[in-house]
């Protein structure tokens, strides 16, 4: 039977890629955005869209009538921002949880999938380590803090007010779609963006922290089980591949070779409380979601490549206000070097 499915943020990258399935499977999606990232034409056709703001009580109120599965994919995702600008890294991360939930519980939606984050782990991978479920949320940045925050608020709520929840934790999805001027976080379509406009790309520390990179078009079959399956409800599970675990080294040699760009990239002091090594255990995914990845990382970058090029290579858009700044803040965003 057709569903109604709201997902906030829909004009942002994943919950776009989101919106384009749940509408194949023939329910009806509505949604909002308050256009702090994502594109407007991102938005696919058949959404009911509304330029709503998600920490908007009294309008979620409104737009979440008659709805049966909330996607709750608006965030502020800056992770690496979120310890110069907390303030608006937690309005848009935890304070749109609170509004858009509680606007949930009013109009009886059945299930609520939150997209949270692997900033839920912090430093516990240890070298070469894996980030998996069973471990304790100890996240180090106020991203993190925010999205575990709302992890807890959500199981509070969901227990004091009978809904179903699920905990998506995305491990750097990529993929078409993805702002790419945004010069604050989405490493593989910044420097996708740089070289073609003839630029090295900039890396943080030496370039060896190691991430688990996840094609779109992998992450989102198991985000649509969690909104849709019976045995998905009350997990939380990580969403990327545990097959390649590659360092941001490998990422800028892989998009040179692919545009056959001369690379010497220019290496940069780290952020603070960057995290070395975040990998992705996919051993749950696999279990309960039925997880396989398709796509390899070069092709995925591959196709990330010909969107962008697509779409022509542009300028970065310094749009979020750095609220904190002194000699901690990364040169690169206080004299706008990207
Ligand atoms: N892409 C990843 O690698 C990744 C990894 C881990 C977690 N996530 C999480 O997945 C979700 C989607 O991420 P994404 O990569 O698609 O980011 P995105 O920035 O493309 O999408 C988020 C969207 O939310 C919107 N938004 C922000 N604040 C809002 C508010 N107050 N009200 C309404 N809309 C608001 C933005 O305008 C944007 O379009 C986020 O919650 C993010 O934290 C993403």
Redesign the pocket.
């Known amino acids: 039977m057709a569903s109604h499915v709201f997902i906030?943020?829909?004009?942002?990258?994943?919950?776009?890629h989101v919106a384009d399935r749940v509408l194949a499977l023939g329910h009806r999606v509505s949604g909002?955005?308050?256009?702090?990232?994502?594109y407007r034409d991102?938005v696919p056709d058949g959404v009911e869209f509304d330029e709503?703001?998600?920490?908007d009580f009294e309008k979620m109120k409104k737009a979440l009538a008659g709805v049966d599965v909330l996607y709750?994919?608006?965030?502020?995702?800056h992770e690496g921002l979120s310890v110069f600008s907390p303030n608006l890294i937690t309005?848009?991360?935890y304070?749109?949880t609170v509004a858009t939930v509680a606007a949930a519980v009013l109009n009886d939606v059945k299930r609520v999938v939150f997209?949270?984050?692997?900033?839920r782990y912090g430093h516990q991978g240890g070298e070469g380590g894996v980030f998996s479920e069973d471990m304790p949320a100890r996240p180090v940045d106020p991203?993190g803090v925010a999205?575990y925050a709302s992890e807890m608020y959500i199981e509070i709520m969901a227990r004091s007010h009978g809904f179903e929840f699920a905990h998506?934790?995305?491990?750097?999805?990529?993929g078409p779609?993805?702002?790419y001027d945004?010069p604050y976080r989405?490493v593989v379509s910044i420097m996708i963006n740089r070289m073609l406009q003839g630029k090295q790309p900039i890396i943080y520390g030496d370039g060896e922290q190691k991430r688990s990179f996840?094609f779109v078009a992998d992450a989102i079959q198991p985000l649509e089980k969690l909104g849709f399956e019976k045995h998905a409800a009350g997990h939380t599970v990580n969403i990327g591949p545990d097959e390649e675990f590659v360092t941001v080294n490998h990422i800028a040699r892989t998009i040179a070779d692919i545009l056959n760009f001369k690379l010497q990239p220019i290496y940069v002091p780290p952020r603070p409380q960057e995290v070395k090594y975040a990998g992705c255990s996919a051993e749950k995914a696999r279990s309960l979601l039925g997880y396989k990845t398709t796509v390899s990382l070069k092709d995925g970058i591959a196709e990330t490549v010909s969107w962008i090029q697509a779409r022509g290579p542009k300028p970065f858009e310094y749009h979020l206000p750095l609220e904190i700044v002194n000699d901690k803040t990364p040169d690169t965003w206080k004299s706008r070097l990207i």
Do not use: E, W
């Open positions: 906030t943020g829909v004009a942002g990258f994943l919950g776009s909002c955005d308050n256009m702090l990232g994502g991102n709503t703001d998600a920490r709750h994919c608006a965030a502020a995702p309005q848009h991360t304070n749109s997209c949270s984050s692997m900033a991203y999205k998506a934790v995305p491990h750097n999805i990529f779609r993805q702002k945004d989405n996840t």
